[in-house]
């Protein structure tokens, strides 16, 4: 494992803040994988607050939502209406292009499929970054354990039902991660050290998977959460 272990959430937040304003720096048109949940959260609010969102406008970039919960486009559970509330609260930069889950269709399988229509129309092929998040069950963007979307290799997006929460969910699926040119995992706290002890282990969770092979793989973590390594 690729680590990189911070004092505190907030000094990993700063440190992959800086990163993704450095890679959109460095070359003409920057994609970036974003995951929802409460850790990345100050990330965003960083991005989109000064002085680095007008930073980041002056470049071309373009952001993807890694995975979504299938509830509506204003449910607070919405990674999405998250993202907008934060990354884009001063609202999207011109320069700057968003592709999302439109879970307002009411068909997670048709949602997954205009993603993909519209991923190929942006004319993406592997991400420059994708930044990912790690359950404490070893899943990653709405790669869970037993479910059948892990074996999806022919699709960018699929839909997937996850019974432990009684909930469809749609997914950027495990090849296109694994094809990002850098892959990256925030975590913080102590309820993550167990499954970040399974990692450095080889226990096969699907972030185990996502994050295969030590080359541009990253994990930007808290002391509380490398407390186990």
């Known amino acids: 494992m690729n680590l990189r272990i911070f004092d505190t959430a907030a000094d990993a937040v700063t440190a992959l803040a800086r990163l993704i304003e450095q890679k959109a720096r460095a070359q003409d048109h920057?994609?970036?994988?974003?995951?929802?949940?409460?850790?990345?959260?100050?990330?965003?609010?960083?991005?989109?607050?000064?002085?680095?969102?007008?930073s980041l406008a002056a470049h071309a970039i373009t952001w993807v939502v890694v995975d979504e919960r299938y509830v509506p486009s204003n449910d607070p559970q919405s990674?999405?209406?998250?993202?907008?509330?934060?990354?884009?609260?001063?609202?999207?930069?011109?320069?700057?292009?968003?592709?999302?889950?439109?879970?307002?269709?009411?068909?997670?399988?048709?949602?997954?499929?205009q993603f993909e229509a519209q991923w190929h129309s942006f004319g993406l092929n592997a991400l420059d970054i994708v930044t990912l998040g790690i359950g404490e069950d070893g899943h990653t963007a709405s790669l869970f354990p037993g479910t059948p979307v892990l074996d999806v290799r022919d699709h960018i997006a699929a839909a997937v039902y996850v019974p432990r929460l009684e909930q469809w969910r749609v997914t950027l699926t495990l090849p296109v991660i694994q094809a990002a040119k850098v892959r990256i995992v925030l975590a913080a706290g102590e309820s993550k050290a167990p499954v970040i002890r399974d990692v450095a282990r080889g226990v096969d969770h699907p972030v185990t998977r996502a994050m295969a092979g030590e080359e541009q793989s990253w994990w930007f973590l808290d002391q509380a959460a490398a407390s186990l390594l």
């Open 30 to 54: 920057l994609s970036v994988g974003i995951s929802g949940g409460s850790t990345p959260r100050p990330l965003y609010e960083l991005l989109g607050s000064s002085p680095m969102c007008e």
């Open 79 to 113: 990674n999405a209406r998250m993202i907008r509330a934060t990354l884009f609260d001063q609202g999207v930069s011109p320069s700057h292009r968003f592709l999302d889950f439109d879970t307002d269709l009411g068909d997670p399988a048709k949602t997954a499929r």
